[in-house]
């Protein structure tokens, strides 16, 4: 039976030791910069380019423009359980992430992107609207408020039709650059962290884009979204 060339294309770029960590490094489903894999495969940052490049190239991986960033991440679900399965039979290793400080992880738990929520309850809220089916993803990196969600939104506090969307619509799927996943943004976005800092659940530094998340804003994610806070840093 002659061999699948498809299949043969897809082992030699995974056979890569650099590339295979970077494969790796995006197994968990996060979305990762260039300089992040190049530092996971241990090569420098040009060589880390000509690796995305061939693995782009393969299909293996996408990339997603989010400002001036790039980022990427596996191309579907199907590479990721290939690297599964290849991992399951190969020696054990740990993937080589960057270690952060004590103020990036602060500012990772929660943050102001632009004008609106992002970090780890960032993500989380905005999964947790998705969960709830408050929120759809849509086409060119927008979301739906279901007639659901606008009822929820109007409980919380927030009138969704009151909102003017922009030229990029009324709610955007905004690539988190901790998490590496969406957070809400647009107008809906930025009216919404306004609305969380009036009744007292978050606090917006003045210093710092990051976010505080009040006693009372706690128990408000405890039973809208079974969030928790974390431990002390």
Same mark, same amino acid.
């Given at each position: 039976?002659?061999?699948?060339?498809?299949?043969?294309?897809? /082992?030699?770029?995974?056979? *890569? $030791?650099?590339?295979?960590?970077?494969?790796?490094?995006?197994?968990?489903?996060?979305?990762?910069?260039?300089?992040?894999? /190049?530092?996971?495969? %241990?090569?420098?940052?040009?060589?880390?380019?000509? @690796?995305?490049?061939?693995?782009? /190239?393969?299909? &293996? !991986?996408? =990339? #997603?423009?989010?400002? %001036? @960033? %790039?980022?990427?991440?596996?191309? $579907?679900?199907?590479?990721?359980?290939? &690297?599964?399965?290849?991992?399951?039979?190969?020696?054990?290793?740990?993937?080589?992430?960057?270690?952060?400080?004590? #103020?990036?992880?602060?500012?990772?738990? /929660?943050?102001?992107?632009?004008? @609106?929520?992002?970090?780890?309850?960032?993500?989380?809220?905005?999964? $947790?609207?998705?969960? @709830?089916?408050?929120?759809?993803?849509?086409?060119?990196?927008?979301?739906?408020?279901?007639? #659901? +969600?606008?009822?929820?939104?109007?409980?919380?506090?927030?009138? =969704?039709?009151? !909102?003017?969307?922009?030229?990029?619509?009324?709610?955007?799927?905004?690539? *988190?650059?901790?998490?590496?996943?969406?957070?809400?943004?647009?107008?809906?976005?930025?009216?919404?962290?306004?609305?969380?800092?009036?009744?007292?659940?978050?606090?917006? +530094?003045?210093?710092?884009? %990051? !976010?505080?998340?009040?006693?009372? $804003?706690?128990?408000? &994610?405890?039973? #809208?979204?079974?969030?928790?806070?974390?431990?002390? &840093?």
């Amino acid at each position: 039976m002659p061999a699948n060339p498809n299949l043969s294309s897809a /082992a030699f770029l995974i056979a *890569d $030791g650099a590339r295979a960590a970077m494969l790796m490094a995006l197994a968990d489903g996060r979305a990762k910069p260039a300089g992040e894999l /190049a530092y996971a495969a %241990r090569v420098t940052a040009q060589t880390a380019s000509s @690796h995305l490049a061939k693995l782009l /190239a393969g299909g &293996l !991986i996408d =990339v #997603e423009a989010e400002g %001036r @960033h %790039r980022y990427y991440r596996l191309a $579907g679900p199907q590479v990721a359980q290939a &690297l599964e399965i290849l991992a399951s039979i190969a020696p054990a290793g740990s993937v080589r992430l960057k270690p952060r400080s004590r #103020e990036a992880e602060r500012l990772r738990l /929660a943050r102001c992107c632009y004008d @609106h929520l992002a970090g780890q309850v960032g993500v989380a809220v905005t999964q $947790g609207l998705q969960a @709830h089916g408050y929120l759809q993803a849509a086409p060119e990196k927008q979301f739906v408020v279901t007639p #659901e +969600g606008a009822g929820w939104f109007a409980r919380t506090g927030l009138d =969704v039709a009151a !909102i003017a969307p922009t030229r990029r619509g009324l709610a955007r799927q905004c690539l *988190d650059w901790t998490e590496r996943q969406h957070h809400l943004a647009g107008p809906l976005g930025v009216q919404f962290l306004r609305l969380l800092c009036a009744k007292g659940w978050m606090h917006r +530094g003045r210093e710092s884009r %990051r !976010i505080e998340v009040t006693p009372a $804003g706690w128990i408000w &994610l405890k039973q #809208e979204f079974s969030m928790d806070p974390p431990s002390p &840093l």
